[in-house]
Every structure is written in structure tokens, then in C-alpha cells.
């Protein structure tokens, strides 16, 4: 099928038609997890009939939302070069991959009642190519040995939470916070100091 034809036309249609309900479902229900399907088209800019042909049921948009986000974490970790140079380095190119996914991240992490329990039960390729790197780094005499590395990637992740929370603080007056650009910097930091030997 050419990508100029009717049908690739209409497949490339459907695909940023699904993108766009898929991003304003993580705005809508991360301002209100009680969000409807009719919120989530509005905000997208469909119909009602639209969104319930491409996620007929809540549950499948949810669903769909973890298996998105899973996805882009794993593009995320790719874009990362996590076997090139440095482990340390390498590291912190993850954080910085991480850190861009937040909105996503935060809505699946602050709503578990949205049930996305299921789909991020299983140790992804993600979460295995994070813990080699840490072992890699430890062994290279980058990253300290001492500590564990299943537990460093459980606290790379509690870093970067709190980075999105000091960042979404900043967007939610009077909390205060930080600007986006800051919030990753003082994550990047932090994160230097804990690896460091």
C-alpha cells in the first residue's frame, strides 16, 4: 500500500486521531481522574462517537494509556544510547529521557485507581537495560558498588518524581516550585551525587 494512497492517507488519519485522544486523556485525567470519555473528546477535539470507536469502554483507554506510556519509555531508553560511553554519562542521558515523559508518568503514578496495575507488573526490556547500565557503571568504578542496583533504579525513579512534583508545584499556585529546566537540573544533580563513589 503507498503511504499516497486513500488507504495509507486514512490509516495516517486514524494514527493522529488516536494520538490526540491519547494526549488529552493524560491532561484531562491528570487534572481530574473522574474525567469522562466525553471530557477526554472534547479536549481532543472529536466526537463522542470518535473516542468510543477507537477505546469503546473507559478500561480501554486506560489501558491504552499504560501500554503508551510504556512504549514511550521504551523509545525513551533507546533515544538514551544507554551502551554508548560512560555509564554515569549514559545514566544521565536516561534521566533527562525520563524526565520529558512526566505528565504521562505522573497521571499513572499519582491515580492508581485508574487500574494500571497489570501492565506495569512485568519487568520490561526498560527496566532490565536500567539495572545492566547500573552494573556496568559499578564495574567500570563510575557508579558506586556499594549500592544496590535494583535499588538505585527504584530511587533513579523516586528522583524523578520528585523532580515532576517540585515542577508541577510551579504550575500550581500558591505551592511555589521550579521551572521545568530547573526541577531536571537539580534531578540530574542529586542523582550525581548519590551514584558518585
Not at 477526554?40 to 473516542?51: D, F, K, L, N, S
Not at 515542577?167 to 511555589?176: D, S
Request: net charge negative.
Amino acid at each position: 500500500m503507498s503511504v499516497d494512497s486513500p488507504a495509507g492517507a486514512e490509516t495516517r488519519t486514524r494514527a493522529r486521531t488516536r494520538r490526540a485522544i491519547l494526549d488529552a486523556a493524560v491532561v484531562v485525567l491528570g487534572q481530574d481522574p473522574a474525567a469522562s470519555l466525553g471530557d477526554v473528546a472534547a479536549a481532543a477535539g472529536v466526537g463522542r462517537t470518535t473516542i468510543h470507536r477507537y477505546f469503546p469502554e473507559r478500561t480501554d483507554l486506560i489501558s491504552a494509556l499504560g501500554h503508551d506510556v510504556l512504549e514511550k519509555i521504551e523509545n525513551a531508553t533507546a533515544r538514551a544510547r544507554p551502551g554508548e560511553g560512560a555509564a554515569q554519562d549514559a545514566l544521565k542521558r536516561l534521566c533527562q529521557e525520563y524526565f520529558e515523559l512526566g505528565s504521562g508518568l505522573m497521571l499513572l503514578f499519582n491515580e492508581p485507581n485508574l487500574g494500571m496495575g497489570e501492565v506495569w507488573e512485568e519487568e520490561s526490556d526498560s527496566d532490565r537495560t536500567v539495572v545492566e547500565l547500573i552494573r556496568r557503571g559499578q564495574a567500570e568504578g563510575t557508579i558506586d558498588p556499594a549500592l544496590n542496583a535494583e535499588w538505585l533504579q527504584m530511587t533513579l525513579w523516586a528522583l524523578l518524581y520528585a523532580a515532576w512534583q517540585h515542577c508541577n508545584a510551579w504550575q500550581r499556585p500558591p505551592e511555589g516550585g521550579v521551572p521545568k529546566h530547573e526541577a531536571l537540573s537539580l534531578c540530574l544533580r542529586t542523582l550525581e551525587k548519590l551514584i558518585a563513589l
